[in-house]
């Protein structure tokens, strides 16, 4: 079974450019979530989708920053425009059933590496 | 609020000793409380999870984790440190929802032979 899979793996753009990452979640899983590591700090939550609706978005840092996930099925998080502060490692993560006792576990994907010059 | 503290952003050992790295939450409701692993080059993987079961959770590669409500702990240890669990180690905590987690800050392990 594939696990959660990011694209692209590392983006350099400069300031003012658009990038938009893309994340496949485990097939069957309805919960999505994009997180954001800033260097140095910690791991932070940004949204939760519960198949196509956004459940969560409260982490978002503001409306630079929209994610979409068409159908139920993939994501994006769209970026636009870049600023020197979104530079960080946003990864996604799925689940099944969170945070139940017996599925409880987020699969994260290896993140995707944006550095904005 | 729900938050997670690491003390100790890097941890030093060699292989052979005592592995502990200590995580303390704060939580208005009775949390769920993770450890993840990440390695080089790749995803966050579970390690061990509680979710008010047995305060002695035991996880993969031999770590373990023990809930003390009280000391508002949950230390992640391993009796033998090997060179292949050199790694960020994260705990994390759910959130007042229940819908998602929040991390610390992440401790780096090193082994060193």
């Known amino acids: 079974e594939a696990g959660v899979t990011q694209f692209p793996s590392h983006s350099v753009i400069e300031k003012g450019q658009t990038v938009t990452l893309r994340c496949d979640p485990i097939?069957?899983?309805?919960?999505l979530y994009w997180y954001r590591r800033v260097m140095g700090k910690e791991i932070k939550f940004l949204l939760h989708?519960?198949?196509?609706?956004?459940?969560?978005e409260s982490g978002m840092p503001n409306n630079r920053f929209l994610a979409e996930r068409t159908g139920g099925t993939y994501s994006t998080l769209k970026v636009q425009p870049a600023e020197l502060e979104d530079s960080g490692v946003y990864f996604c993560?799925?689940?099944?059933?969170?945070?139940?006792?017996?599925?409880?576990?987020?699969?994260f994907g290896e993140g995707s590496r944006l550095t904005v010059l | 609020a729900q938050s997670v503290t690491q003390l100790g952003s890097h941890v030093s050992v060699s292989e052979g000793a005592l592995v502990l790295l200590r995580c303390n939450y704060s939580?208005?409701?009775?949390?769920?409380l993770f450890w993840y692993v990440q390695y080089p080059n790749q995803g966050l993987q579970l390690l061990l999870k509680y979710t008010s079961a047995a305060t002695l959770v035991k996880g993969i590669n031999g770590f373990e984790a023990e809930f003390k409500k009280s000391e508002t702990s949950f230390h992640l240890t391993k009796p033998s440190a090997h060179m292949s669990d050199a790694a960020e180690y994260f705990c994390a905590v759910t959130n007042q929802a229940g819908t998602a987690l929040i991390f610390g800050k992440g401790t780096t392990l090193s082994v060193s032979s």
């Open positions: 939580s208005s409701v009775p949390p769920y």
């Open positions: 993560a799925s689940s099944q059933d969170f945070p139940s006792v017996n599925t409880g576990e987020l699969f």
């Open positions: 097939s069957g899983h309805d919960n």
């Open positions: 989708f519960v198949k196509e609706s956004k459940q969560d």
